[in-house]
């Protein structure tokens, strides 16, 4: 504390790095440095002529999701997305950990799911079927490289288990069935918040999809666009007036190991807990 009674503000960089500078093999710095864009370079890190070239890359980009058509499938309800003013939802935005027992409705599952990556109108590439379908999103040459599954605990009609979105068929995909609270909490460090909720929603980053063309550049596009999503759940969920918040501490590879993923071509990123809101004591 100052003579004058004010508190400093901290420098925070000699807090983390132990000297003003971070160390040569500081990681967060290496990556963030080789994802730099920088214009006598930028042609070089970006490919984004490959894309035009190459008639998988243009079929693959267009239908951006996996796909498991073998698998048990329940058909989403017709999200219908909540009337609460865009103000009063930015407003009562905030973040909950403790969830009622009350079920998540067919309609509202739908809905969050439909907020967070559904298909919101086709790219007119002039003919039917040639452009991308856009989704509630913004992506980084409409390249979509993320996939959202969801465990309900408790969401209407709507068995418990492990299940994969596809916004293209507006489906969920029953990846697995079986015990799952037990690997659930074991991914998680707050696990009483991602099982003590209504349905847990899983974000995964498909890697490959962005950095084929963007580079390195496209792990931040990957990034940037979990946010997106993360932020459309939350306030969906808000305006639903349900509970809602988001999870970043989990154990990377027993989470990957729920979602069935190798962890380096997909990988998760991100978890969000909504339910709906206990009784006020």
């Known amino acids: 504390m100052s003579a004058a009674g004010y508190v400093r503000t901290v420098h925070s960089a000699s807090l983390i790095f132990g000297s003003t500078e971070p160390p040569q093999d500081d990681a967060a710095e290496t990556y963030h440095e080789a994802s730099k864009l920088y214009c006598s370079t930028a042609a070089r890190q970006t490919r984004s002529r490959l894309l035009e070239s190459h008639l998988g ?53 739908s809905s969050l799911l439909h907020a967070a990556y559904g298909v919101t109108h086709e790219l007119d590439l002039g003919m039917p079927g040639a452009g991308p379908r856009l989704r509630t999103v913004p992506s980084g040459g409409a390249l979509f490289p993320l996939e959202v599954y969801v465990v309900p605990w408790r969401v209407e009609s709507l068995p418990i288990a492990l299940y994969h979105f596809d916004p293209l068929r507006r489906l969920l995909e029953r990846l697995r069935g079986g015990e799952l609270e037990g690997d659930v909490r074991g991914a998680m460090f707050y696990d009483e918040l991602a099982v003590g909720c209504g349905a847990l929603f899983l974000i995964s980053g498909v890697f490959w999809r962005t950095r084929f063309k963007y580079g390195l550049r496209g792990y931040r596009f990957a ?53 709906t809101l206990g009784n006020a004591e």
Do not use: M, W
């Open 223 to 275: 990034l940037l666009e979990c946010g997106h999503l993360a932020q459309n759940i939350l306030l969906a969920a808000t305006a639903f007036g349900l509970g809602s918040v988001p999870i970043g501490g989990f154990y990377d590879r027993r989470a990957d190991e729920l979602l069935g993923l190798d962890g380096v071509n997909e990988s998760t990123l991100y978890a969000i807990a909504v339910g």
């Open 57 to 109: 890359l243009q079929v693959s980009s267009l239908r951006s999701v996996k796909r498991s058509s073998h698998l048990p499938f329940v058909a989403l309800a017709e999200p219908a997305l909540s009337t609460a003013s865009f103000a009063d939802t930015i407003e009562s935005r905030r973040s909950e950990r403790a969830f009622g027992e009350d079920p998540i409705s067919a309609v509202e599952l």
